[in-house]
């Protein structure tokens, strides 16, 4: 599988677990400046190399930078990984493919909310549904914040704002959720996560998920639903 190194990691000035030889000395260390955007492959089939200095119990496999520069990056004796700052280069391209597009938050998932700025790592409360454009793809950490995938979407809010958002397929929405010309106060409660009277299943759905359970009354005159939401229920004919 071939990686990349992040492009930028605050706060850090080498790449956690990577290092010029297998040996665990802070002069062997991989700097973000020097090694940022470079593509690197770990030789897979390269034995472990257990570092033998007093002070570490890590083992190192060797890769291939794309300058051809050899590095080695740090497993435990297990063979599981204890390295980070790298991306694989198709989760990135598949990323990519979001660049100028348009995706909307879904807060259902992304119950931490936030957007983070850039330059400070200041944090931007966002709404359910909120839309917001792809400009860019962002490799690394914001002030300790990393996402699951290692990567943020840099978009840009309505108001002209730019923001990073954490890169994860269930945060977001690859097309509006809901349908067109619906009244603003039931906008209003999705994006609130609220409720109100005259919502449809779908939308229900969208502010507080799926029901606990639900109870179906059957009559002559249709389909009763009974919504139960904790201690909650919702009504729908």
């Not at 930028?8 to 260390?29: A, I, R």
């Not at 969208?206 to 201690?231: C, F, K, M």
Request: aromatic share 14%.
């Amino acid at each position: 599988e071939e990686l990349v190194f992040a492009k930028k990691m605050q706060e850090e000035v080498s790449f956690y677990g990577w290092s010029t030889s297998p040996t665990d000395t802070s002069d062997n260390l991989l700097n973000t400046q020097n090694f940022a955007d470079k593509k690197v492959k770990i030789l897979k089939d390269e034995p472990l190399i257990a570092d033998n200095t007093a002070s570490s119990n890590h083992f190192y496999r060797k890769a291939i930078v794309d300058n051809c520069q050899i590095v080695y990056a740090r497993f435990y004796n297990d063979d599981t990984l204890n390295y980070s700052g790298v991306i694989s280069v198709d989760d990135l391209k598949k990323a990519k493919t979001y660049i100028g597009k348009t995706i909307w938050v879904n807060l259902l998932s992304y119950q931490n909310g936030v957007a983070y700025s850039k330059s400070t790592g200041q944090e931007k409360h966002l709404k359910n549904i909120q839309k917001m454009a792809v400009k860019d793809i962002f490799i690394g950490g914001i002030n300790g914040k990393i996402s699951t995938s290692g990567m943020f979407f840099d978009v840009t809010l309505e108001d002209k704002s730019s923001w990073l958002f954490p890169l994860d397929d269930s945060y977001f929405f690859g097309k509006y959720p809901l349908s067109k010309n619906r009244p603003k106060a039931i906008i209003s409660a999705i994006q609130e996560m609220s409720i109100v009277i005259g919502m449809t299943k779908a939308e229900a759905k969208l502010s507080w998920g799926e029901p606990d359970d639900i109870n179906r009354t059957v009559g002559a005159w249709g389909v009763n639903e009974q919504w139960i939401y904790n201690h909650t229920y919702l009504y729908f004919q």
